[in-house]
């Protein structure tokens, strides 16, 4: 059984939907030692957030954004947490439907990720320095 | 390699989201011996959720109840499983977007969350009494 | 400690909600051994995703269908990655609304579910070939 852990902060992006399957894998070159295990990716913020989606085209990453925007609405008439700024409410209702962490599962020492699927950082602020995000690593 | 589980009763809260991460944390207690590891908390029902989010604000978990609630609505045209209640198809719907589960890193005997991340018990139901949920906790 | 690891593939559903905790509970009867654990599902796809909910009523899974195809629409007119066909663009957003993995918690050697939980298979796409899910099962 081996435990690694590392935690990281990704550069600044801007708000929209990133991929960031290279950095975290660069992160923890440590899962080429695990033949059976899990990562686990988890994002120690609450305005931004991540998930698993398509990696090849980024129009998929341009609507996620669009779409996001639409259904949670900025200055919704029903916000009454409005004082950090019209993205900050949306932000948050964003990081909680996308989620907090990613798992992915370790086989012969890669990220067993289907073909077409990569780590995307969604980044839900206007203006946001780098995201730190904690890479745990474990397995045999 | 350190397991521990257990199985509490959270008291019973009013519909809405509701911090209580530390009632999390004092049910296990065992997380102060572990240095790198993963907690695990899971709710076994179909009607409440747990999320990652804001955890100073109480504006923020009122216009998450708002904005869930406007999103997901009550006695929609096209539910065809109402024979429970107005609030019950919604709060299924809620409980799969904001998820059954988190896993949060363990770093130094302590959850390694950001400095305003809580864990959210959402409750979905009009009235419902507590809710079980299951935490393990390992590592090394 | 214990680790195992299976990928299966289940068969091809149409499009819509699926309960499929048996065929997860079948690919890995591993779970008898353990009696604290967890188990990950992992689906290997960006158009089709898991989550738990209901496991008795089938108009809980009916409502679900018709819930997500009207809030995350077909052919909305913001969409920019529309030649993979109408229903393709609204998979990728409710695959990462819903999730690519769920955790189980591992009690004396059974799934820790609540009485009325089950693990969905939610096919996104109107036409679909079976999902590659990788479990792994681990624990003491």
Redesign the interface.
């Known amino acids: 059984?081996q435990?690694?852990?590392n935690?990281i902060r990704l550069p600044a992006f801007r708000r929209g939907f990133h991929l960031v399957t290279d950095k975290i894998e660069e992160a923890v070159p440590e899962i080429g030692k695990i033949q059976?295990?899990?990562t686990?990716v988890?994002?120690?913020?609450?305005s931004a957030s991540l998930?698993?989606?398509?990696n090849a085209?980024p129009?998929?990453r341009?609507?996620?954004e669009?779409?996001f925007t639409?259904?949670?609405p900025e200055n919704?008439p029903?916000?009454?947490?409005s004082y950090e700024g019209s993205d900050d409410?949306p932000a948050?209702?964003k990081?909680?439907?996308?989620?907090?962490?990613?798992?992915?599962?370790i086989?012969n020492g890669k990220l067993?990720?289907?073909t077409?699927?990569g780590i995307?950082l969604c980044e839900h602020r206007n203006h946001a320095s780098g995201r730190?995000v904690?890479i745990?690593v474990?397995?045999?």
Chains 1, 2, 3 share one sequence.
Request: hydrophobic share 40%.
């Open positions: 059984m435990w690694f852990q935690t059976i295990g899990l686990h988890f994002i120690n913020h609450t998930t698993i989606n398509e085209d129009t998929v341009a609507d996620f669009t779409h639409k259904t949670v919704a029903y916000y009454e947490h409410m948050h209702l990081a909680s439907i996308l989620g907090s962490s990613v798992t992915i599962p086989a067993n990720l289907g077409w699927q995307y730190k904690t745990t474990f397995g045999e």
